[in-house]
Structure formats: structure tokens, C-alpha cells
């Protein structure tokens, strides 16, 4: 099973206001998944074009992440940020899976 990205534990922060203590649990920088947005896929090419090197017609994606240009999973409708078949300008595949997915950074 391919990994998604987990929001980390939360940390407490102590605020005093002269004899007023206030605790408080802020939430730490959320990962990957919170940074960027999935995009609906292409009515007319879908998430990954038959024909496209590495595209299977059993794609199950219906949405990519906004660092894919045409993304993949063969298990899961939702396509993560390690699902990416291509990238958008200025970001670079590396490669995860068998299936030649990955990461655009």
C-alpha cells in the first residue's frame, strides 16, 4: 500500500499574561497533503491517457495532485502527492512505485 502523508502530533504551548497561564495544543505544519489541492482530471484525456507511456486503462484516479500533470494509482480513486506519472513545469518525477509513479519536487 502506497504511503499518504500523516499530519504530525500536535504541541502545547504555554502563554502567561502577568498571573493569567494559558495552555494551549497547537496543531504542528500539517504535511504534504495540506500544501497542495487535488485537481479534477480532464473530461476528455482523464488523469493519465491511454496511450500516455506507463498509463493503464485501469486507472483509478479521479482527481490529481496539483504538482501532477497526469497522475496514477491502480488501487484507489485517490491519487496523493506519490501518484504522479508527470509534473508541472519546474518540478522534477522522482520515482516511488513500480508502476513508475512518484513524487514532483
Known amino acids: 500500500m502506497k504511503r499518504q502523508c500523516a499530519r504530525p502530533a500536535s504541541r502545547f504551548s504555554v502563554v502567561t499574561f502577568g498571573w493569567l497561564v494559558a495552555v494551549a495544543m497547537l496543531p504542528l505544519a500539517s504535511s504534504c497533503e ?3 489541492q487535488q485537481v479534477p ?3 476528455s484525456t482523464g488523469c493519465c491517457p491511454v496511450g500516455y507511456p506507463g498509463c ?3 486507472n483509478q484516479c479521479t482527481s490529481c495532485y496539483d504538482t501532477c500533470v497526469y497522475c496514477q494509482d491502480l488501487n484507489e480513486s485517490y491519487c496523493g502527492a506519490d501518484d504522479c ?3 508541472q513545469p519546474g ?3 522522482h520515482v516511488l512505485w513500480s508502476d513508475g509513479t512518484g513524487e514532483c519536487r
Open 34 to 36: 495540506d500544501e497542495h
Open 41 to 43: 482530471c480532464s473530461s
Open 91 to 93: 518540478l522534477t518525477l
Open 56 to 58: 493503464s486503462v485501469n
Open 85 to 87: 506519472m508527470t509534473c
